[in-house]
């Protein structure tokens, strides 16, 4: 399948000309991908794997959630690749000897769930480029005269081969900035850690009657850096932590703290490209889904992007994006942002970031069906986790196998039932998934389905 067979690539408008809201538009699969394709694509995310100077600060997924985790992510940036025109960047497999002279082997990305993307038409023959560090990947680059289209800051070090510059990252990404970015931001004070006093917690717990947020740099501590405080015990022993590991590892000092805000909690994802005052393509509105910790991210469910609710978050959308573009006018790519939607109406953005998402590889596919299938619903749900009975070793032609025609492209735009990987970690055997049904209700019944063929 070729996914540019179809070129749909008008966007629709969501108000009239005169509308204060008026930049606010429907993307297209085909506009998305062209967007990008002037640059290649790295979603290689958050591990001190590729670079040995994060170790400490950012942990390798690997560490967190055990062999092979940190080869997921990276396969979701297939989904945002135009098959002729631009390159992913994905994890190959190194040796490499270490202090105590004992040879590690890194493993690589499941090329069989590489082989499965390219024979379903969403990533070129000649597309990927393996690398197995970012020194190597930024040398590629210099070589090829090419510029990367990034998921994670590289460093200052990249500014001259990357779509968005150091500086751009940390302010966009970092809770510490977002009152810099938007009028939106919630009540929030930034402190420096090393001078932070119980006074202070009293103050903005309301002498522990609210919960506190407390939030680190993101752009060093990623969704790792955010913590939920009850009482002044936890305030003080996390206080502490923090110290410790910021003069471990040089990290910035300032942390923010944030009282607890009762909204329902959402989330919106749009594009932006390189003109000034041009369409804000709005590419996802969602639920997000918390997890039982208050804090980690357990993924959305994705909402039609109606006008109503594009006049509820919209100026907020507007300003945010018209905030970052005063910063850098240069600023390029998707723009996510978690906010909450407070009973009164009104909207309180407190987590923006330059970069995709998890949800992005699924509003893509979204597109991708949409583009084939005009006027037909469909609805994506992603990270559904499925551990493959057969264990470490299960490679992903071998879960295609068992999907049978629930893995076919060509039976997936027929019937509206369908298995897209979002990621495929082979090392421990197991996958996140993406599913395709007509409505949200027929997920479940679905799933079961699903299962029972890989079980």
């Not at 070729?2 to 408008?13: G, Q, S, V």
Request: glycine letters at 8%; aromatic letters at 10%; proline letters at 6%.
């Amino acid at each position: 399948m070729n996914p540019l067979a179809h070129n749909r690539n008008t966007p629709t408008r969501f108000f009239p000309e005169a509308s204060p809201l008026a930049r606010l538009t429907a993307p297209t699969y085909q506009g998305l991908l062209s967007a990008v394709a002037k640059y290649d694509v790295s979603f290689i995310f958050n591990t001190s794997k590729f670079d040995e100077t994060r170790q400490g600060v950012r942990n390798c997924y690997s560490e967190l959630h055990g062999p092979g985790a940190e080869l997921v992510m990276p396969l979701s940036a297939v989904y945002i690749t135009d098959p002729r025109r631009n390159s992913v960047y994905l994890p190959a497999e190194y040796h490499k000897r270490g202090s105590d002279g004992q040879e590690k082997i890194y493993p690589g990305i499941d090329l069989t769930a590489i082989g499965y993307l390219q024979s379903a038409g969403f990533l070129g023959k000649d597309s990927p480029i393996y690398v197995s560090d970012l020194v190597s990947l930024k040398q590629d680059l210099v070589r090829r005269n090419r510029q990367v289209y990034n998921i994670d800051d590289y460093g200052t070090g990249f500014d001259d081969v990357t779509a968005n510059r150091q500086d751009q990252f940390v302010r966009c990404n970092s809770k510490e900035h977002v009152h810099t970015l938007t009028k939106y931001a919630p009540e929030q004070v930034i402190l420096n850690v090393f001078e932070v006093t119980k006074e202070q917690y009293d103050a903005y717990s309301g002498r522990g009657e609210k919960v506190l947020y407390v939030k680190t740099c993101n752009t060093e501590n990623a969704s790792a850096g955010v913590w939920r405080v009850e009482n002044q015990r936890e305030f003080e022993a996390l206080v502490e932590k923090i110290r410790t590991n910021t003069k471990a590892h040089n990290l910035s000092p300032l942390i923010v703290l944030q009282p607890e805000i009762l909204g329902v909690n959402k989330s919106f994802q749009v594009f932006i490209s390189l003109e000034q005052g041009a369409d804000i393509q709005v590419v996802a509105l969602t639920n997000q889904i918390i997890g039982p910790d208050k804090v980690s991210y357990a993924g959305n469910i994705n909402l039609p992007i109606t006008k109503e609710r594009l006049e509820i978050i919209g100026p907020a959308i507007i300003d945010l994006v018209d905030g970052i573009k005063r910063h850098d006018p240069n600023t390029f790519g998707f723009v996510m942002c978690d906010y909450f939607e407070l009973p009164d109406g009104r909207v309180t953005l407190f987590d923006p970031g330059l970069r995709p998402t998890g949800n992005t590889p699924s509003a893509m596919a979204k597109l991708w069906f949409e583009q084939y299938q005009p006027g037909r619903e469909v609805t994506l749900t992603n990270f559904v986790y499925f551990s493959h009975p057969t264990g470490a070793g299960t490679t992903y032609d071998q879960v295609v196998k068992k999907l049978g025609s629930l893995a076919d492209p060509e039976q997936i735009l027929k019937t509206s039932f369908g298995v897209l990987p979002w990621g495929h970690n082979h090392i421990a055997g197991n996958s996140l998934f993406m599913f395709l049904t007509p409505t949200a209700e027929e997920v479940p019944a679905f799933r079961e389905q699903v299962f029972s063929k890989l079980s």
